[in-house]
């Protein structure tokens, strides 16, 4: 609707300002005409008072001139006051002018008067006195055709939108008849001191003028190809922000964890450090009591002592060779697993943490494998970050410090409660917890939950934050793997 106003607007104003244009130029070779008149009016006058009786041949051939020169005057007349004697009529003869002159002149007090033409043309009268007198014989008369006087070159006046009207100055209409149709656009008076003809125009301007419905087609097709191009433009925009958050998304998933693998690595060093010292410690004095054992030819004794170095290796090897699976790039391999043993790898890693930390670290599982189908290193990860996260809490709280993790089975799912005795979730961080690089920790990257969220969704499972009396307490629901649910059944 506001764009069809607005062209509507846009082409009124257009033919406005054509009209304009064309009226002002109307006007100017209308005026110039008029003024013309007053100069033949003079020489004729002249001829006349030098003798027309005389000489009526010489007016004749004169008035013939003018006319054949300016077919606009149809018509000159030269009508003897005080007689009915020595008329000259030359042009037309529709009417009888004589009185219709005389009358005229008589009223004349110096300026030409202008009359209506008797007749259907559109045509007027100007007559002079002759001489410009008191003391004139002759009223001498112009017959201008209007129509001829207003024609010219231009076809814009051949429209049928565009009016014209002219006027003598008391309103006599000679051309059209002033706001039979409609309001003229431009009325400006004729620039001549002798014929100030009102001259007045027009130009149509109906809906089906200022909005044709050539142009209202096209405007619709251009607004319709233009609706559809945005459309297209719209929905390829979408696609490629779509396109782009995915990637934003996925190049984030991907940084995430790394950084955490990275992070978690780094936390793991200090712990399995101590995990490692353990094994170690006692295969040195093992293998220092076995050298001693051997110089006494104690074989029995040595073979025990090396069975126990084998276990302690083998529990330092197995250390190490979770160090690697955290850490080595691989693919994501979902199988079944015994959450039991996640939480046994968790809690092997963090326990020399614990220790460190004076926090006791409690463990409560099921008697039962407790299997889901998931990935394993992704699920250790989780269970790690969820402690080392509540041994952070404790190593805050001056009280006890106490960690418990316990998992059940709760119908289809399985549970695991990590619960600590810290200080518990500030509750302006609770809407954020699982947020990537939200931390209140100094030291801390914010992305521990972010992926263990990530990683318990790609399981199909949750990660939740769950009411405790005290402390914070995480809940990892994760769907039981079928064949342990029927098992339970
Ligand atoms: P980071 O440990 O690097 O800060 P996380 O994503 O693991 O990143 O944790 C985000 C935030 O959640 C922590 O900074 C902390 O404020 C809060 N939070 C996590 N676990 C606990 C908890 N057991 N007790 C209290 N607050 C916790």
Redesign the pocket.
Known sequence: MLVFGLLAGFERNARLTDLTAESDRLHAVASQRVDQHDAHLTALSAIAVAGAEQRPDLFREVAGAIMRFYPRIIGISLVPLDGDDGELEIGVREADLRELIRAAADRSTGTPVLVRYPSDRPAYLIVKRSPNSEAARYGLGLVIDAAALLHGDSDYWTRAEATRWLALPDGTALIGVAGDLYAPHFSRALSSDTQPLELKTAIRMTISDILPPGRVAFVMAVIALGAMALRVIGRQRVKVRAAEARAELSGLETRLSHASRV?ALGEMASGMAHELTQPLTAILAQAQAARHLAARGDMNRVAEILEDVVGQTRRAGAILERLRTWTRPRERNAESIDLRDCIRVAETLLAGQAQELGARLTLTLPPTPLTVEGDRVELEQVLF??I???L??VAESAGAREVAIEASRDGAMAVID?S?T?????PD?RDR??TPF????E??????????HRLVERAGGDLTVVEARE??R?RISLPLARTTRRAAE
């Open positions: 992070n970050n969820l080392r996260n509540a952070d809490a990590v600590d810290g200080p518990g979730i500030r961080v917890l699982f939200f931390t209140t920790r030291s801390g990257t914010g992305l521990g939950l972010a992926l263990s402390g914070a995480f």
